[in-house]
């Protein structure tokens, strides 16, 4: 009769077991090992804008605050009184803010979603249809001779220009800016035209400045 060669104490495995560890085991351990090695989701990330300045959040953030400065600083001076001086500090306040949410202060800078198919094809559409817009703009306020208001123009045009980037790059930042930017044009048109070529560039100060108010809240969203 054949006794068990089994010492006492020592685990005993069934067939099954043995068979299961030798074939689904090192599937099972290779599958761990991959779920080890799996880096954090990117969107849990944070950095400051300064690490990654491509990422197009803080690309189109740089972009927006140069042609905003461009509205604030070309603009001010025809205002009358203090005012140069104030769109000054308000400028210096409200850049020194955008600088800090947008390049300075750690927040989260999710991986973008993919664009829309046609996205490259509507951004050089909605610039070549600014800079159209702008020249016929100045075309037709010459030909009525009222070019003092074409600070107004330039705001209605940066403004339309944005709208459709909120469909076509998934920001719906663009939607707010760009509406709250047009609405000042046409009102800079409207109050122009009565008042002249200061009322023009006071909507002009001030859509540069709301430009940089709206980056600024934009960064600082991400941070929280």
Do not use: K
Not at 42 to 55: E, F, I, K, N, V
Not at 142 to 155: G, H, I, K, S, W
């Amino acid at each position: 009769m054949m006794t068990s060669t089994i010492p006492p104490g020592a685990p005993r495995h069934r067939p099954l077991d043995v068979i299961t560890a030798g074939v689904a085991g090192p599937a099972r351990h290779e599958e761990v090992a991959e779920l080890d090695t799996t880096a954090p989701p990117t969107t849990t990330r944070r950095r400051a804008g300064l690490a990654d300045p491509m990422h197009p959040s803080v690309l189109g953030s740089i972009i927006g605050g140069a042609g905003a400065t461009v509205f604030v600083l070309v603009n001010r001076s025809s205002l009358p009184g203090a005012w140069p001086a104030v769109a000054l500090l308000l400028w210096i306040v409200l850049v020194a803010a955008a600088v800090w949410t947008v390049l300075l202060r750690p927040r989260v800078l999710a991986d973008p979603e993919p664009p829309s198919r046609f996205a490259g094809l509507v951004y050089l559409a909605c610039v070549a249809g600014m800079l159209v817009g702008t020249v016929v703009g100045h075309a037709l306020l010459a030909a009525l001779d009222r070019t003092e208001l074409m600070p107004a123009v330039v705001v209605l045009a940066v403004g339309l220009h944005f709208l459709p980037f909120a469909a076509a790059f998934h920001a719906p930042v663009f939607r707010w800016l760009g509406c709250g930017v047009a609405t000042l044009g046409v009102v800079g048109l409207l109050w122009g035209w009565a008042g002249g070529a200061v009322a023009a560039a006071a909507v002009a100060v001030a859509a540069g400045l709301l430009m940089l108010a709206v980056i600024t809240h934009a960064a600082w969203a991400d941070g929280r």
